[in-house]
């Protein structure tokens, strides 16, 4: 929808029929765990829906950065580089963050006055400073390997975006989760549930996931002369 109004582009009926499969299969796989003991057991239908709504933000994003792309090649002459659209986003998102961070610790039952020793306490944490510490384990080597993974999953991200379209980036962010499900499904390190096993409505939802994805981008028509390479 934004991509067709912001954009301009028009869709066939196979592709509208493709992302939507991608989201079913993520609400498949996602809220498959209803026996006890598996991985999702505890997960509501109501949680993988909401994700999928949450995801308009992160699709009108991407059609905006897009739009960037496709504006800066008609202005430049040339192409705008992948790290200069990412720092500004990641910029900007930190700055709304702390614009919010009143209203965000009020809904998770932190007052305001508070904040200020819940980041001390977050910072020492992440410093692994003290031994009376809980929880704090891998510190900081994981949060930094957090965020070097994340802001390479995001330069990724970016050049599917820039090489093909906002939609089949936003795609294949959908495709991230059952993946993700997966990874934290095996007994890896500092993952007290790992090693639980997935129900078979997970490979069913992930089979319908990927079929979307083929659906769409067998369907997917050259891009326009304007766009970029």
Do not use: H
């Not at 592709?15 to 991985?39: D, E, F, H, I, K």
């Not at 410093?127 to 390997?145: R, S, W």
């Not at 069913?204 to 659906?215: D, K, Q, R, S, T």
């Amino acid at each position: 929808m934004f991509s067709t109004l912001i954009l301009r582009r028009r869709y066939s009926i196979n592709q509208v029929v493709g992302c939507l499969l991608v989201a079913t299969g993520v609400v498949v796989a996602v809220s498959s765990g209803s026996n006890a003991g598996q991985r999702l057991s505890k997960v509501d239908f109501f949680w993988p829906a909401l994700m999928i709504v949450s995801c308009a933000f992160q699709a009108g994003a991407s059609i905006i950065k897009e739009f960037v792309f496709l504006d800066s090649s008609t202005r430049l002459k040339k192409s705008l580089d992948i790290f200069v659209v990412n720092s500004f986003g990641s910029g900007f998102q930190a700055l709304f963050v702390l614009l919010f961070l009143p209203l965000i610790s009020n809904l998770k039952g932190i007052p305001f006055a508070q904040l200020p020793s819940y980041l001390k306490s977050g910072a020492v944490c992440f410093l692994n400073i003290g031994a009376d510490k809980t929880g704090c384990d891998g510190a900081p080597l994981l949060p930094l390997l957090y965020v070097i993974t994340n802001l390479a999953f995001n330069i990724s991200l970016l050049s599917v975006l820039k090489r093909s379209s906002a939609v089949v980036a936003s795609l294949v962010l959908m495709l991230s989760v059952p993946i993700s499900v997966y990874t934290l499904s095996l007994p890896l390190p500092y993952l007290p549930e790992g090693g639980t096993t997935l129900s078979p409505f997970f490979m069913l939802g992930c089979a319908i996931l990927v079929c979307g994805l083929y659906m769409y981008n067998t369907t997917r028509p050259a891009r326009n002369s304007t766009e970029v390479d």
